[in-house]
Structure formats: structure tokens, C-alpha cells
């Protein structure tokens, strides 16, 4: 009699595994999304905080060309260092990577010089923002993808 107890609890405690896996896997599968959102919410926020860095670093760039012949930067990479001067002067501190499109470079606005006046991201994904965004000094108006936001140089003379 004492064999037959013991096989009797142990299917129930595999049916109590089996139970409580599943319902570990269901709120896995609940949760998931939900975590996915709120990370493309964190990596937007980032595209718009590195993006009004790059416009603030090209505007500064063009501020402080010396001369009256006021330049925009030929290259991100001359925002980094800025070689026309003696001394080292940096507009940005670091080349930042696309925070959306992890890997690809910055798109890149162009004035008809050929030179930088803003970037955006290549991504052609929906951002999750709705309608138009503003930030400290720029608007960004409502977008279908990220590559729609373009963060260009507000210079003011």
C-alpha cells in the first residue's frame, strides 16, 4: 500500500511542475512586450537627447569658424576635433552611434556645399511618439519612421 502512495504524489508533483511552468512561460509572454516597448521608448529618448547633440555641436562648429566665411563641418569627425584652431577644441565629445539603428552610421543632411548641417537615423521603423515632439530648442513634427526626425542646426546670427 505505502508503493502506491508514493507513485500517486509523484505524478502530482510532476503535474504541479508542468502547472507551474506554464503559468511562469504565460507571464513571461505577458511581460515581454511590455519590456520590448519600454526599451524602443528608452532608445528614442536617446536618439533625441545624441541627435540635439550633434545639431548643438554642428551650430557650435559653425559659430566658431574664424573669419567672417562661416563653415558648417565637412565631417562628423571634425566635430570631435576641430583642427582650425591651434589649440584643441572639441564640439562634441564623442562620435555617439545611432541608438535606434545600433551598428549603422548617421544619415546625414547636407547643405548644397556638400556640407553637415544635421543628421537622423536610417532607421525605417515606426517610432512609438505620436504626433510632434519638442524639445529644449527644436520641434520635431510627427514622424512615420525615425528617419523622419531630422536634427539640423539651429544657428543664429
Known amino acids: 500500500m505505502a ?3 508514493r507513485a500517486g504524489s509523484a505524478g ?3 503535474v504541479a511542475t ?3 511552468v506554464a503559468l511562469v512561460a504565460l507571464g513571461l509572454a505577458l ?3 511590455m519590456w520590448s516597448q519600454q526599451a524602443q521608448r528608452d532608445n528614442e529618448r536617446e536618439l533625441m537627447r545624441i541627435g540635439t547633440a550633434y545639431a548643438q555641436a554642428i551650430a557650435a562648429y559653425k559659430r566658431a569658424s574664424p573669419g567672417s ?3 558648417y563641418p565637412a565631417t562628423l569627425e571634425a566635430l570631435l576635433l576641430d583642427t582650425r584652431f591651434v589649440g584643441t577644441v572639441r564640439h562634441l565629445r564623442k562620435a555617439y552611434t545611432d541608438p535606434i539603428n545600433r551598428g549603422q552610421p548617421w544619415g ?3 547643405n548644397e556645399g556638400g556640407r553637415i548641417v544635421g543628421v537622423y537615423s536610417l ?3 515606426a517610432p512609438l511618439a505620436q504626433g510632434e515632439i519638442r524639445l529644449d530648442d527644436r ?3 510627427p514622424a512615420r519612421q525615425y528617419a523622419d526626425w531630422k536634427f539640423l542646426a539651429i544657428v543664429t546670427p
Open 108 to 110: 546625414l543632411v547636407r
Open 123 to 125: 532607421s525605417p521603423t
Open 69 to 71: 566665411d562661416k563653415q
Open 3 to 5: 508503493h502506491r502512495t
Open 12 to 14: 502530482f508533483t510532476l
Open 18 to 20: 508542468l502547472l507551474l
Open 139 to 141: 520641434v520635431l513634427p
Open 31 to 33: 511581460a515581454g512586450p
